[in-house]
């Protein structure tokens, strides 16, 4: 099986293809070949990929207990993944557009991220395992919408200024159209709240399930219940001013979004709450069990002569 390291060259070989796009003429034989050859690299780095993730996901349920257990480094590669795959099917709807180098390096990030976290998982038995794992997807496809939002609203930016300055008639460099890049904003915008949201209550239900309690004034949990109240707020704001035309309010919040999803993010890693065990066994639950087996232990111990 493929190791991280591969498909992150992979992708780093795709990335440098959209840069060299730049030379290229995006129209005739020359352009029709160029995204073809950008095609083919792109799904055999997704491919590449897909085979790490199934191998991973196949290490994670064939343990003694067959449940899910999916660390930190699992929770950036399938985070990678799927911002992989948005960008392959925005290549093949949309080649003729430079939407990879906006997308590229989200994904390159998240795997140089996940390759330096550590692969551990750890088995568990417990009610709680398919809520944490619904808990830990949701918040992976927040977190992959607030980016490809991030991605739409910088190409909007970006193509607003040179309509402005009329470069787009004598340039190679294509980007989406302003309407384009807005729509796709919003639907970013609106699934990352609703994915959050769902990720919320996921893991209510999970602690619930697991402890009989919920920490409501861990840090983690307040970090995820703030970024959610944000995430409705901003889809609030932006709906409410592209309704007056202000195209520029979706881009604006994206953005924000990001960034408070980005620090977010930073700050769970932190806590307790964002340790590596992030979809295994509790620290809690794990000493609770070392403690009853050296108790029994003991207890054999002193019965044998």
């Known amino acids: 099986m493929p190791n991280a390291t591969c498909f992150l060259i992979a992708y780093s070989v795709v990335f440098v293809l959209e840069l060299a796009r730049w030379r290229i003429p995006s129209t005739g034989k020359i352009g029709w070949w160029t995204r073809v050859i950008l095609v083919a690299a792109a799904s055999v780095s997704l491919f590449t990929h897909t085979l790490y993730l199934l191998d991973r996901i196949f290490l994670a349920t064939s343990g003694t207990n067959s449940t899910w ?13 799927t911002l992989a795959v948005a960008y392959g099917w925005l290549l093949i709807r949309r080649s003729e557009n430079w939407i ?22 750890l088995g568990s038995a417990n009610s709680a395992t398919g809520w944490r794992l619904l808990h830990g997807i949701a918040m992976m496809g927040g977190t992959m919408l607030v980016s490809l939002g991030f ?8 193509q607003a200024w040179r309509l402005k300055n009329k470069l ?14 807005q729509s796709y904003g919003r639907i970013c915008l609106l699934g990352s709240a609703a994915s959050i949201g769902f990720g919320m209550v996921s893991g209510v239900i999970m602690n619930l ?9 861990d ?28 195209g520029d309010a979706t881009a604006w919040m994206n953005i924000l979004s990001f960034l408070i999803v980005a620090a977010a993010v930073a ?13 295994g066994p509790s620290d809690e639950g794990q000493t609770s069990v070392n403690r009853d087996l050296l108790i029994e ?9």
């Open 209 to 217: 399930t697991r402890d009989g309690r919920v920490e409501w004034l």
């Open 69 to 81: 257990a999916i660390s930190w480094h699992d929770w950036g590669i399938l985070s990678a993944w």
């Open 151 to 158: 991605a739409m609203a910088t190409m909007y930016f970006l």
């Open 297 to 305: 232990a003991s207890s054999s111990e002193g019965k044998n002569p």
């Open 267 to 279: 700050l769970v890693l932190s806590t307790p709450h964002g340790g590596n065990k992030m979809f």
């Open 168 to 181: 787009t008639s004598r340039s190679r460099f294509q980007l989406p159209s302003l309407e384009y890049s």
């Open 219 to 246: 840090r983690g949990i307040l970090f995820s219940a703030g970024l959610f109240v944000w995430l409705v707020i901003a889809s609030a704001i932006q709906w409410q001013l592209s309704r007056r035309g202000s």
């Open 100 to 121: 990879g180098i906006f997308v590229l390096p989200f994904v390159l990030m998240l795997v140089g991220v996940a390759i330096i976290l550590s692969p551990k998982t």
